[in-house]
Structure formats: structure tokens, C-alpha cells
């Protein structure tokens, strides 16, 4: 039997394939894991493969960083050779990176089934590039695995047949659960002499928070407000180090020594940090996803986005990116202690299963 392929690219689809990639090998089906190389920094790749407990990449086309159509294009290029050559029986992509829309794109032209996971949000800003990979990729998606009711609504809504959405849950919790455990034993807290529970994790690299001088300069001035009631450790994206540095930015968090900016983190490290959060300050999809998971405060500073059920029924709450709003609900968590919230339907670490028994049906194998 020819194999599944199953691509990652960026940060964010690795904890979404692993579980996946280990459930569909315990029942013997064949895959290939490819890597496109869109993420290659040591801590932005490999080590989630080590620490996900994932394989080297069977295949890595090395495309790295370029503008969206070229690296778009590279990644189509080369992939296009892989699937003549391997003949899949189905190409299974994640998330709303440009990998993503880019190997959905070239399998759809060569008539391979192509299943999406995490299909169907929708944070309604075209604005936003994942937006528009979620969209296309959706489009021309043969099975569509769902995390939450809100994306089978969004699907149905665009016209997509009922019989190809199939609502699994959420997949990144999977991997969460599996690895909650583990986290702990890399005592991240001792290393960085910080309190369980007396800190507050941010990260942001979503281009319309840290490519803009004037937003980012709000951002990181309501960080050092808040930095007065409560160490901030701050795992910098390789793009936000560069724009802080190009804005002039670095001694405003130099300077302070409550506010404390890292390299970005492995997997394990970042879970234990997550875990004992005061309050999690995000751009990140995932990380809202993850903290309803964990019960831990969210504040997310965009002006939208594509998980409402992590407002609605978990703890995370959206303020935008002006000062004065982050500041805000900062001083509700302070006084409050934020929302508890509750966990959402079929986040319970079974997505894989459930989506490799639906994988297997479909295909017949
Ligand atoms: C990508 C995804 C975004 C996801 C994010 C997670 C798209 C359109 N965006 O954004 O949805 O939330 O990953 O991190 O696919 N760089 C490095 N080392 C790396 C990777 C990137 O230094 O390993 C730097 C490069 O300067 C590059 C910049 O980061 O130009 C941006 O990388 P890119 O892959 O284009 O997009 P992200 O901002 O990471």
C-alpha cells in the first residue's frame, strides 16, 4: 500500500501532527512524515520533533524563510516532485500556515484526497494570512477534521458538504495531555528563579502586533506596566526579536529587570510555564486554545479571533492592542483572578484516534 503523507512546516503544526503520526503508525497504516522547512531554527523545529517524540522527517524540502508567494511556491514546487514520485494515498495538512495551503493546493491538482486538520475556524480578517490559507485550504479539502462546533457552522455556511466535516476535536490537546506530565520534570521554574503561579507568559508575532512601530511600542509599554505588579517572561519569536531590535525597543526591556525576554522555548519548557501561569499575554491561536485547556487567564491582544468557543466557554478574553485595554483586564485578573471557564467538548486527548478511524474509513484501508 502506497502512504499517507502527513506535512508540517511551522512551529504550530508539530504538536498537531505528532499525535496523529504516532496513532496512525500504532494501527500499521504507512505514512511519510515531510517536513517543508518553512520553520528551521533549532528552537523553532527540531526540537519539538525531540521533545513530540517524532521521528527525523522521512522527507525535508528546506524551503525556509521568503516572502508568502515565494515560499508558497517553493513549497509547491517541491512537493509537487515528492507526491509524483510517492504516489500517496492521501496528503493530511494542519492549521493555516503557508505549508499548509501550499502542499493542500498541489494534491488537490493531482487528484490525492487531502484532509485538513483543524479545519473551519474563521477569524472573519482577511487581513490576516492564515485567513486566507484557512479559506483555500477548507475549499479544497476532501475530509475536514473540526475541533469545535463553531467551525462546522462556518463550513456548512460556505457550502461545504456535511458528509466531509467531521467534528473530532481539538488535536493540539491531545499532545498537551500527553506531555503535561513530563513538563514538570524539566524544572524550567527553578532554572529561571521564578514562583509557580507569580508570573505572567507572554508571546506575540503576529505581523499586525509587532511589524507596525506604534503598536508594538503600546504593547511593550503595557507590558512594562504591568512588569510593576508581576514578572513577565516573555519567549521572543525570531520575528519579534528582529522588529524590537529594529524599532529601538530592547532597552525598554533591558533596563527592567521584571521583564524578562528569552529565546523561544522547546515544547516541554513552555507547557510547564503555561501550566503555572498567572495569566497568559498572547497573539498565538494555539495558546488560547491551550490555556482553556489548562484553566489559566488569557489575554489575547488582537481585535478578533478564529477560536470563539475559547471566549465563549473558556477562559480567554480578547482585548486588542492598545495599552489601555491590556492594562485593563490585567487589573480585572489581578482583582478577580480571571475567568475559570470550563473545557470545551471532545478536548479530551482522543482527537487522534478519532480522526485516524475516520482517515481509515474514508479511504477503505
Ligand atoms: C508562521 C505562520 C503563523 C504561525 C507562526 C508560528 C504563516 C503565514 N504564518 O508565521 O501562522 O502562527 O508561523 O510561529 O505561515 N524565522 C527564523 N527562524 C525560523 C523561522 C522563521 O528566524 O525557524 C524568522 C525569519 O526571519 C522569517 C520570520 O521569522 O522571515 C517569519 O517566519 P515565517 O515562517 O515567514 O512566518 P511566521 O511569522 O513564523
Not at 58 to 77: E, F, N, P, R
Not at 306 to 330: A, D, F, L, M, Y
Request: glycine share 6%; net charge negative; hydrophobic share 40%.
Amino acid at each position: 500500500m502506497n502512504s499517507i503523507i502527513l506535512v508540517v512546516g511551522a512551529r504550530p503544526n508539530f504538536m498537531k501532527i505528532a499525535p496523529l503520526y504516532d496513532e496512525l503508525k500504532s494501527r500499521e497504516i504507512p505514512v511519510i512524515l515531510l517536513h517543508t522547512g518553512q520553520h528551521y531554527d533549532e528552537n523553532m523545529s527540531k526540537i519539538f520533533f525531540d521533545e513530540l517524540g517524532m521521528p527525523k522527517p522521512d522527507i525535508y524540502l528546506g524551503v525556509g524563510s521568503a516572502s508568502h508567494a515565494k515560499q508558497t511556491a517553493k513549497i509547491m514546487i517541491d512537493f509537487e516532485e515528492v507526491c509524483l514520485k510517492q504516489k500517496p494515498i492521501m496528503v493530511v495538512v494542519a492549521g493555516d500556515v503557508n505549508s499548509t495551503i501550499a502542499c493542500a493546493l498541489v494534491a488537490s491538482k493531482l487528484s490525492i484526497p487531502v484532509s485538513h486538520v483543524e479545519a473551519g475556524l474563521r477569524s472573519f480578517d482577511m487581513n490576516m494570512p492564515e485567513e486566507i490559507n484557512r479559506i483555500l485550504t477548507d475549499r479544497i479539502s476532501d475530509l475536514l477534521f473540526t475541533p469545535s462546533p463553531d467551525a462546522d457552522e462556518n463550513l456548512l455556511k460556505e457550502g461545504i458538504s456535511a458528509e466531509s466535516i467531521k467534528l473530532v476535536g481539538n488535536i493540539m490537546i491531545d499532545s498537551l495531555l500527553n506531555h503535561s506530565e513530563k513538563s514538570e520534570k524539566r524544572n524550567i521554574h527553578e532554572r529561571f528563579e521564578i514562583k509557580r503561579g507569580e508570573y505572567a507568559l507572554v508571546t506575540m508575532h503576529r505581523p499586525s502586533n509587532v511589524d507596525d512601530e506604534g503598536v508594538l511600542t503600546e504593547i511593550i509599554g503595557a507590558l512594562d506596566v504591568i512588569s510593576e505588579n508581576i514578572s513577565i517572561i516573555f519567549p521572543a519569536h525570531p520575528r519579534t526579536t528582529k522588529m524590537i531590535s529594529e524599532f529601538g525597543l530592547e532597552n525598554r526591556i533591558n533596563r527592567n529587570p521584571n521583564f524578562v525576554m528569552k529565546e523561544p522555548l522547546g515544547y516541554l519548557d513552555f507547557v510547564a510555564l503555561m501550566k503555572h501561569a498567572k495569566v497568559v499575554i498572547t497573539d498565538s491561536g494555539g495558546l488560547q486554545e491551550e490555556t482553556t485547556a489548562l484553566g489559566i487567564p488569557c489575554i489575547t491582544i488582537r481585535e478578533n479571533t478564529e477560536r470563539p468557543i475559547t471566549v465563549e466557554q473558556g477562559t480567554n478574553t480578547i482585548v486588542g492592542n492598545s495599552k489601555e485595554k491590556i492594562i485593563k483586564e490585567w487589573k480585572n485578573i489581578l482583582k478577580t483572578g480571571g475567568k475559570k471557564g470550563r473545557i470545551p467538548e471532545m478536548w479530551d486527548g482522543k482527537t487522534a484516534q478519532r480522526t485516524a478511524g475516520e482517515i481509515i474509513e474514508y479511504l477503505n484501508i
